[in-house]
């Protein structure tokens, strides 16, 4: 055995990333790890080059990839014909994923209709859940009596308003290791979404909560992107706290993601704009990954210094880049990793923060002598 010889145990000491000698010898199976050499005594010998592309396959793998995806993009070469090539297997793969997630959404839904019902309705979703068992769904018949079971069930809907927190026990994750004001924030999410699956997707920094608090408590700025996220905000409670709502790109027919991010990159003041943002403001963006972006970049170069960034722009590239270098920074945030966001949910986010802290004022006269954002 050469000194620059690994075993396979010392090889997923060095890769790591939660690797193990198991992952390694299914990799070759799959035929995306190469066999390697063998010593006199039987045992596998890998070299720097195994190292390299088993921590390709790990970093591929945390990005999201499944393990055939990996395979193409690790054994493209970068002649472009061939990337061409490449980006037509993925867009074939991408399809596949979205069908299987189609799929698997009906499902889901599925299985919301019965596990959100409220106990209003549990003795006819008692009944249809017995009926489903006996259920012959192989003749037209069959079909007919499930469409009749789901409209006896849903008939119930007339009866009572619907009850979220009761449906919302049953259907999210058990999230008792987090606090009551981060379960509150996550259940106002995915209510705003209407997606449960969404609760895996939320990351909140550490202190966020704190910071949020502190911050919104001492009457901070609210800074947001675009007039439609302000509009979403709850002005009632910001305004009883004492903080005043700044809107970056201050022009009401900007409505869009599209239109917001072709709008900041086309005026410099609204640049400049955010370069004046007051220490310790709370900065909401919900629209134009390019704020986000911008906003990260200001922070690094210590030219502005918020006490929390909520940041959820919608995009397919950007977005998401914006995200990680937003969770890199070191400072309180919450976002909705990857694609997913956009300026109901920024709103929702804040709300939620707002909520945790004031109870709903009954009074709203007063918001007739408030200036516009």
Known sequence: MKSSELTIKQLTHLVGGGLTPRMVR??????????????RSNYRLYTKKDVLRLQRIVAL???GFQLNHIRNILEVEPEADTTINLMGQLQ????????????????ASALEGLLGRDRHCQIIQAEVLAQLKLLDVETQAGLGGLENL???????IHTHSEAFTESLQRLLPDLSNRSEIEQHLISQLVLASGDVSLVSFIKLSP???????????????IVVDTQTVAAA????????LGCHIETLIDNPHITTATEAELAFWQHREWREKLQQVSQGC???????????????????????????VIGMPIGFSHAPAAKRQLMQQGIPFITVEGT????????????????????KPDCHCYLKDVEPF
Do not use: F
Request: include cysteine; proline fraction near 4%.
């Open 26 to 39: 299914h990799y070759h199976q799959l035929g995306l790890l190469p066999q390697p050499v063998r010593s």
């Open 61 to 63: 793998k945390q990005q």
């Open 92 to 107: 074939q793969q991408y399809r596949a994923v979205m069908q299987q997630i189609s799929q698997l959404r009906q499902t």
């Open 150 to 156: 789901w409209s006896g069930l849903d008939a119930e």
């Open 207 to 221: 202190d966020a909560i704190k910071a949020s608090r502190e911050a919104l408590s001492s009457s901070c700025q």
């Open 233 to 240: 905000l709850d002005q009632t409670r910001l305004l009883h």
């Open 282 to 308: 709370v900065l909401v963006v919900g629209y134009a990954p390019s704020v986000l972006l911008e906003v990260c970049e200001a922070i690094s170069n210590q030219k502005i210094q918020p006490a929390l």
């Open 340 to 359: 997913l966001g956009g300026g109901a949910l920024a709103a929702t986010a804040l709300n939620a923060l707002v909520e945790s802290l004031i109870d």
